[in-house]
Every structure is written in structure tokens, then in C-alpha cells.
């Protein structure tokens, strides 16, 4: 059987770590170059590494995708997907990338694209150190790729992220159908989820 790499997309503030947090599937962490945030840990949010090594990486190949946004560069590899079904944070060019150059027919890949209103994402990076710096122009930056994201089609499914608990809810019967089968792990989960409502 093919391993399921689902890709999660969203703009800065929709909530798409913390939706993914709630799964209970592994996650790939990506490599980056370029400096820790305050709140960054490594291993966690991703392996943070020399160009020299991301360029050696680049050469190994088996890459399934790659970006450079502002001269930081990220990328994953194949080597990391372990389980069945694997999660990954990624943005549309990396979703571009992935169906430009991944040669590969062991993956069933599923892009689930999240979204919410720009006022409620602000309101939610409040609190991040880095607010006050960066989030106008990561919105101004990343606001007309996610634009064609959309009006392109390049996702699968579009989820609205009003709340994250019935987000990952939704995910997770998007997985049960698309893959016809219902880990026990992950109906334990939906219910423990359905519970709180």
C-alpha cells in the first residue's frame, strides 16, 4: 500500500500547527536554513541546518518538496515519511514543487488548504515575539500565492479553521474516507474530540 503524505497549507495566523497538533498522526519537520525565532525548537518546528548541508541534501535527492522564501530555504525527503500516513506544513510553492519534480509513485498525496478571515489571524499572532516585526509582511508576502492557491484549485479539500477541534475532526474523517480504512487510534481520538462538545 502506498504511504499518505497529507499536505496542510494555510496562511500565517489560521491555525494550521495547532490543527495539526491535535492528530494524531507523526509529523515531517522540515529542514530550514536560516536563524531560530524565539519560539522556534529544534527538531520540533524543524532541523535547522547550514546551506552547506541543505545543499548536500539537494544533491542526495529524494527530496518531496522544497522552497526558498526570502532566502531561507526549506525542504523534506522521502526518508522521513515512516508511517502510513504522514502530516506536513507547507506552503503552495512547496506543493508546486512537489508535483513539478517528485518522480516517485509511492506517495498518495491529499493537500487539505485551511483559511480564516485576516482580522482573526491577526488577532491570533498577537501574542507571537516577532508580531510587532514581521506578520504585515508575511501577509503582504505571501497574499497573492495564496490567491492563485485558491482560485486555481491547487488543494484538495478547504477547510474553514473557525475552531481547531472540529478542524481536526473534519480531517480526520477526510483521512478515514480517502484512505477506506478507520484506525482504531484515530476513532478513539474523534470521540475523546466529539466529548468535549
Not at 4 to 15: D, F, K, N, R, Y
Not at 136 to 148: I, L, W
Request: with cysteine; aromatic share 10%; charged share 30%.
Amino acid at each position: 500500500m502506498k504511504k499518505t503524505l497529507v499536505m496542510i497549507v494555510s496562511e500565517t495566523g489560521a491555525g494550521k500547527d495547532t490543527v495539526v497538533n491535535k492528530l494524531p498522526y507523526p509529523k515531517v519537520v522540515s529542514y530550514k536554513t536560516g536563524p531560530l525565532r524565539d519560539s522556534d525548537v529544534e527538531g520540533v518546528n524543524h532541523f535547522f541546518v547550514s546551506n552547506a548541508k541543505m545543499d548536500a541534501l539537494e544533491e542526495k535527492g529524494g527530496l518531496i518538496a522544497y522552497t526558498n522564501t526570502g532566502g531561507i530555504r526549506y525542504c523534506a525527503t522521502e526518508d522521513q515519511l515512516k508511517e502510513d500516513v504522514t502530516l506536513y506544513i507547507i506552503n503552495p510553492d512547496g506543493i508546486r514543487w512537489f508535483r513539478e519534480n517528485y518522480k516517485g509513485d509511492t506517495l498518495n498525496v491529499i493537500v487539505i488548504g485551511l483559511y480564516l478571515d485576516l482580522e482573526t489571524r491577526k488577532e491570533r499572532c498577537k501574542t507571537r515575539s516577532d508580531f510587532n516585526t514581521v506578520f504585515d509582511s508575511r501577509v503582504a508576502a505571501e497574499e497573492a500565492d495564496f490567491d492563485q492557491f485558491r482560485l486555481n484549485g491547487e488543494f484538495d479539500y478547504m477547510i474553514k479553521n473557525n475552531d481547531s477541534e472540529k478542524t481536526a475532526i473534519i480531517i480526520h474523517s477526510i483521512l478515514n474516507k480517502e484512505l477506506h480504512y478507520k484506525p482504531k487510534v484515530i476513532k478513539n481520538v474523534a470521540q475523546m474530540m466529539f466529548s468535549k462538545w
